[in-house]
């Protein structure tokens, strides 16, 4: 395949060969490449924000009524139903995501779309309470250039969550997804041309984080960043963003809790934590990693929990009854299995799981088996470091005090996860625990109409919601003047 023709990238509207190395993305389930290209330079960065900064001062797009502007993004949403199963495929094969799951993250995109075109046809701005002889007005402006810098973990997903609130505030987008998952946000660019969006618009600039992020960031063009990934990555693009006296929004890390109580419906708990950590391999920012158990029910959830993951389907992404498909790179699952190691020689046992299974044609494939680790403590580093993989470390827990401070001693304050049928005890507990998202008798739900963010290293700002459009626009007060007689002062 090495000599199949790089895929062309969109460059200010443009669409061509990137100026950087040709390099290949690979399908995690065989370690082959699937698809060739050419990597954007510093050269196609330049272009690509000075090309959007044209757009947006001529292309027209900003000035549209909010109706007009909707007008585009429900026909997005359109194209993108239109054209679902393949788009699944194509996640499929970037990622390694089972084919159940990248149908799904398909449909979250388009109803992401649809959303926020809602959104922007009925956002209001506000005549606010005059305190003198004039009228005042809260309007807002979009921004101009803005940045969406996406992860390789639900691609599509998120960068539909960057691009479509950043479109419908009436800003130029630059996405520079991952590395290693480009072709869901080339994708979408071709998508949103197709349905209207201006030429130049949108520009879609992979390769490597480290050269291309920076210069983004860096561009005084830029006016906002929004960012998923990982939060060392996620402080760096913050020191840059604080010299520019720069707005950014931040989705990063997360090491969340799950807690379940004596009481709760254990049917519910088993099936909801194994989805929690399980599901997409764990590569997952808001995964219920650490699980806290109350110590009269430990024995019975944690055998529970252990034959439900023996039962896990690993395999053939492309395998409508997989479950778990690989992880994203070779490379990824030895950083899980040194963490697993780690555990281990922190005085943990495996319960289950700990090795690489055998998946029959895909020998070469990244899969690695769920695993779950106990007889450690909230203090070991297996238990307070983000893994990104199928791990489970499970705690018993008899002190609903000293639960409440091991769960909030972390730096990560993503998400967490209550399981118990007192909703007196649950709403205590949600309130104090600390997190972006609580989960009560369910987990890893989400409504594109709810805010999503986290507190610490996990993040910045949210994104999400009917005003996550707003982060992509400057608020402006006006004064109009209804005094009958001139200023006084100057008499």
Same mark, same amino acid.
């Given at each position: 395949?090495?000599?199949?023709?790089?895929?062309?990238? &969109?460059?200010?509207?443009?669409?061509?060969?990137?100026?950087?190395?040709?390099?290949?993305?690979?399908?995690?389930?065989?370690?082959?490449?699937?698809?060739?290209?050419?990597?954007?330079?510093?050269?196609?960065?330049?272009?690509?924000?000075?090309?959007?900064?044209?757009?947006?001062?001529?292309?027209?797009?900003?000035?549209?009524?909010?109706?007009?502007?909707?007008?585009?993004?429900?026909?997005?949403?359109?194209?993108?139903?239109?054209?679902?199963?393949?788009?699944?495929?194509?996640?499929?094969?970037?990622?390694?995501?089972?084919?159940?799951?990248?149908?799904?993250?398909?449909?979250?995109?388009?109803?992401?779309?649809?959303?926020?075109?809602?959104?922007?046809?009925?956002?209001?701005?506000?005549?606010? #309470?005059?305190?003198?002889?004039?009228?005042?007005?809260?309007?807002?402006?979009?921004?101009?250039?803005?940045?969406?810098?996406?992860?390789?973990?639900? *691609?599509?997903?998120?960068?539909?969550?960057?691009?479509?609130?950043?479109?419908?505030?009436?800003?130029?987008?630059?996405?520079? #997804?991952?590395?290693?998952?480009?072709?869901?946000?080339?994708?979408?660019?071709?998508? &949103?041309?197709?349905?209207?969006?201006?030429?130049?618009?949108?520009?879609?600039?992979?390769?490597?984080?480290?050269?291309?992020?920076?210069?983004?960031?860096?561009?005084?063009?830029?006016?906002?960043?929004?960012?998923?990934?990982?939060?060392?990555?996620?402080?760096?693009?913050?020191? =840059?963003?604080?010299?520019?006296?720069?707005?950014?929004?931040?989705?990063?890390?997360?090491?969340? #809790?799950?807690?379940?109580?004596?009481?709760?419906?254990?049917?519910?708990?088993?099936?909801?934590?194994?989805?929690?950590?399980?599901?997409?391999?764990?590569?997952? &920012?808001?995964?219920?990693?650490?699980?806290?158990?109350?110590?009269? =029910?430990?024995?019975?959830?944690?055998?529970?929990?252990?034959?439900?993951?023996?039962?896990?389907?690993?395999?053939? #992404?492309?395998?409508?009854?997989?479950?778990?498909?690989?992880?994203?790179?070779?490379?990824?699952?030895?950083?899980?299995?040194?963490?697993?190691?780690?555990?281990?020689?922190?005085?943990?046992?495996?319960?289950?799981?700990?090795?690489?299974?055998?998946?029959?044609?895909?020998?070469?494939?990244? @899969?690695?088996?769920?695993?779950?680790?106990?007889?450690?403590?909230?203090?070991?580093?297996? &238990?307070?470091?983000?893994? @990104?993989?199928?791990?489970?470390?499970?705690?018993?827990?008899?002190?609903?005090?000293?639960? =409440?401070?091991?769960?909030?001693?972390?730096?990560?304050?993503?998400?967490?996860?209550?399981?118990?049928?007192?909703?007196?005890?649950?709403?205590?507990?949600?309130?104090?625990?600390?997190?972006?998202?609580?989960?009560?008798?369910?987990?890893?739900? @989400?409504?594109?109409?709810?805010? @999503?963010?986290?507190?610490?290293?996990?993040?910045?700002?949210?994104?999400?919601?009917?005003?996550?459009?707003?982060?992509?626009?400057?608020?402006?007060?006006?004064?109009?003047?209804?005094?009958?007689? *001139?200023?006084?002062?100057?008499?």
């Amino acid at each position: 395949m090495s000599n199949e023709k790089s895929l062309p990238i &969109c460059i200010a509207g443009e669409w061509r060969l990137g100026g950087g190395d040709r390099y290949a993305t690979l399908y995690p389930a065989t370690g082959e490449p699937h698809a060739w290209l050419n990597a954007a330079s510093l050269d196609d960065v330049e272009e690509a924000i000075q090309g959007a900064h044209k757009a947006f001062r001529e292309s027209g797009w900003a000035q549209k009524k909010p109706h007009e502007r909707a007008a585009v993004l429900y026909r997005v949403a359109q194209l993108i139903r239109e054209r679902s199963e393949e788009l699944a495929q194509m996640q499929r094969l970037d990622n390694g995501k089972p084919i159940s799951e990248t149908r799904g993250l398909v449909a979250s995109a388009a109803g992401t779309f649809q959303f926020f075109a809602a959104a922007c046809e009925t956002l209001e701005e506000t005549i606010t #309470p005059s305190r003198g002889d004039f009228v005042t007005m809260s309007v807002y402006e979009p921004m101009g250039v803005v940045a969406a810098i996406t992860p390789w973990n639900s *691609p599509i997903a998120s960068e539909a969550q960057k691009m479509a609130p950043a479109l419908a505030a009436g800003c130029a987008v630059v996405v520079k #997804p991952a590395e290693i998952t480009p072709l869901a946000a080339l994708e979408l660019a071709k998508i &949103c041309e197709a349905a209207g969006v201006p030429k130049g618009l949108i520009s879609v600039l992979p390769g490597k984080g480290s050269v291309l992020g920076d210069a983004i960031t860096k561009h005084p063009l830029v006016k906002r960043v929004s960012f998923t990934g990982g939060t060392t990555t996620g402080k760096h693009i913050a020191h =840059i963003a604080a010299d520019k006296m720069m707005p950014v929004s931040m989705e990063l890390g997360g090491k969340s #809790p799950t807690m379940v109580f004596a009481d709760a419906d254990l049917d519910h708990a088993v099936n909801g934590i194994l989805y929690g950590i399980f599901s997409s391999s764990g590569e997952s &920012c808001i995964a219920g990693s650490r699980l806290f158990v109350d110590a009269s =029910i430990y024995d019975e959830v944690l055998e529970r929990l252990a034959a439900g993951a023996a039962r896990l389907r690993v395999g053939d #992404p492309a395998d409508e009854k997989t479950q778990m498909g690989p992880l994203i790179t070779g490379k990824h699952r030895e950083s899980i299995e040194q963490y697993v190691a780690l555990g281990v020689s922190e005085g943990g046992q495996i319960r289950t799981g700990g090795e690489r299974p055998s998946v029959a044609g895909h020998e070469n494939g990244y @899969f690695y088996r769920p695993t779950i680790i106990e007889g450690l403590n909230n203090q070991n580093r297996t &238990c307070q470091e983000e893994i @990104f993989g199928p791990v489970l470390v499970a705690m018993p827990f008899s002190n609903e005090r000293d639960l =409440i401070e091991q769960a909030n001693d972390s730096v990560y304050a993503l998400a967490a996860g209550i399981w118990t049928r007192d909703f007196k005890k649950a709403w205590k507990i949600g309130r104090e625990v600390q997190a972006g998202t609580v989960w009560i008798n369910t987990y890893k739900q @989400f409504s594109i109409s709810t805010p @999503f963010g986290g507190w610490r290293d996990s993040g910045l700002g949210r994104e999400k919601g009917r005003l996550g459009i707003l982060q992509y626009m400057e608020q402006k007060a006006m004064y109009w003047g209804t005094n009958e007689q *001139p200023l006084g002062w100057a008499n």
